[in-house]
């Protein structure tokens, strides 16, 4: 699998922003045979407050540490969001990297909630969407992709990939093109937002993404970066079909930078159902198994479910006519 190196990434998100940024967002008035895309060097570092030449130097890549003034300069020169300074100081401000915790050294705390959430789907990731660790209603819902070990953002493209090649002659193709369009956006935005550019692991899926998917090197070269918070996703489950389940991220506070996920739905809703159904079925599942791994509970439990049987018909001609009575 090729690794990307590291790349210019300040000077990158500057130059993808500027050209972005349209003059009229600024206030500047746009003459007649004016080709520049976006706002040209100098207008975005007389809009930060900074010389020329230092903007040369930052888009160069020549000085990657500007101070917190010239990031708000630049923030405010670019029209970035909250997210966009947050990312954009983090560029500027790198810190040192730190591998993160491999599965076996999640904390024990993260692990016993994933444990205690057993009525919602959940799972931890790190910052480069690889899955580390998940609950067993979370593998229930989806265990081609809640799987320790899985890439969900490689994932998430392989299944685009499947997608394109089908075949295009039906009505909806066009809108699941945009709903997977605005999908890998969001993901591939929070990639860039939350991954470290020093981490080999990171740019060993930039490297295989690139390689392998055409759409990745598409969406990437838009340089958009944001987390992703909450949301909604669907999902397909036994008997119930397609249901929508709402998520909310939490991140887990240490050096590592990982993150829990959790799927949830509004109660009474064919969500929340779908979720109580593989709850109970993980249950019977789980009890079938503790009964086969002790056969003599097994024999006992066997033996007290026939003798309820062999009882029922009395206990309900008892019942029946106790009914009648009171009638």
Known sequence: MRSIGPENTLG???RARRETVQPEDVGILRLPGRRVPGLRREEVADLA????DYYLRLEQGKDSRPSDQVVVGLARALLLDGEGRQYLMKLAQPQPFIRAAPEEQINDAVAELLTQWSHMPAYVCDANQNVLAVNPLATALASS????G?????A????????????SDYDRRTVEEAGWEGALRNLTAALRFNGDPADPKFREVLGLLSERHPAFRRIWALHEAKPQLSGTSMFEVETFGWV???WQTLNVPGPANLSV????????SRGADALAYLAARGKATNHGAELRDRPGQFETDELAAKRSTASRPAASEGTNTRTAQSS
């Open 12 to 14: 990158a998100f500057l």
């Open 244 to 246: 929508e389940l709402s």
């Open 49 to 52: 407050g900074v010389s020329l």
């Open 145 to 148: 992709i809640l799987v320790p």
């Open 156 to 167: 998430a493209y392989d299944d685009y990939a499947a997608f394109c090649a089908q075949p």
């Open 150 to 154: 899985i890439n969900h953002l490689v």
């Open 261 to 268: 996920t959790l799927h949830f739905a509004a109660a009474g």
